[in-house]
């Protein structure tokens, strides 16, 4: 087998190239399906890239991306710029906005958010893919299999329509200077004296003296699901 040096040799050279729907089809790979949004958070993170003057990102946190929703949005960030969810280039707050910062580690960075009236004209462009949507998606209404094909198809060719659009149409884009986070420590682990699973020595309890994990000692915690960020025990 080539061992590839590189992993992300294949995107870098798409954004180099400025091959918007190459990075799309790259997306569409780690988000499941195309949808729009997903080509919207493609097009921010290229564009903060260019403006930034990146064209690569290892995933070790030379760069962060700084999304405000858990929508398909942040997928389309997370695959052009590198930046996830487990490497902690990705930094999630829970504001329910499509926007994205894009930054270097010394703090120049670009805001990018969706204009309002991004909305309104997507579903006059597309007015079956809007129709489809709210019947089967927002309403959850029944729908027949060609209905449901039907979206899918519609979907995805609103989705690469949106790449060619002018940015000025649908994004606000700033330059922000931020304040990037310390490099995510490495935390030792412990053993629960419990379950005997091993976790990161931060996230133990103590019971009668001994280590114990969150679930073992029933505690409270923080939980990220489609509804946001929410405390659980
Ligand atoms: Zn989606
Ligand atoms: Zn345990």
């Known amino acids: 087998m080539n061992i590839p040096q590189n992993p992300r040799a294949e995107i870098q050279q798409l954004i180099q190239q400025g091959d918007l729907e190459g990075l799309l089809v790259k997306a569409g790979e780690l988000h499941g399906h195309f949808c729009p949004y997903l080509a919207l958070g493609?097009?921010?993170a290229y564009t903060a890239l260019?403006?930034?003057g990146i064209e690569q990102s290892t995933g070790m946190e030379e760069i962060v991306a700084i999304v405000e929703t858990n929508n398909c949005f942040s997928d389309g960030i997370q695959m052009v710029t590198g930046c996830t969810f487990a490497n902690n280039a990705l930094i999630y707050h829970d504001l329910g906005k499509t926007a994205v910062t894009v930054a270097r580690r010394d703090g120049a960075g670009i805001r990018i958010v969706l204009k309002d009236e991004w909305r309104d004209a997507f579903?006059?462009?597309h007015p079956e893919a809007y129709a489809l949507f709210k019947k089967i998606v927002v309403d959850r209404e029944e729908a027949?299999?060609?209905e449901q094909e039907r979206l899918m198809q519609v979907w995805t060719e609103s989705s690469?329509?949106?790449?060619?659009?002018?940015?000025?149409?649908i994004f606000d884009v700033?330059?922000?200077?931020i304040e990037v986070p310390p490099f995510a420590p490495i935390f030792a682990?412990?053993?629960?004296s419990i379950c005997g699973e091993s976790l990161m020595e931060t996230r133990a309890r103590v019971k009668d003296g001994k280590p114990v994990c969150i679930t073992c000692a029933?505690?409270?915690h923080y939980v990220l699901d489609g509804s946001g960020i929410s405390i659980r025990r």
């Open 174 to 177: 700033k330059p922000v200077e």
């Open 160 to 169: 690469f329509d949106q790449l060619g659009l002018p940015e000025e149409e």
């Open 42 to 44: 493609v097009k921010a």
């Open 144 to 146: 027949t299999p060609a």
């Open 50 to 52: 260019k403006r930034l």
């Open 189 to 192: 682990s412990v053993r629960c």
């Open 218 to 220: 029933g505690a409270e």
């Open 123 to 125: 579903n006059t462009r």
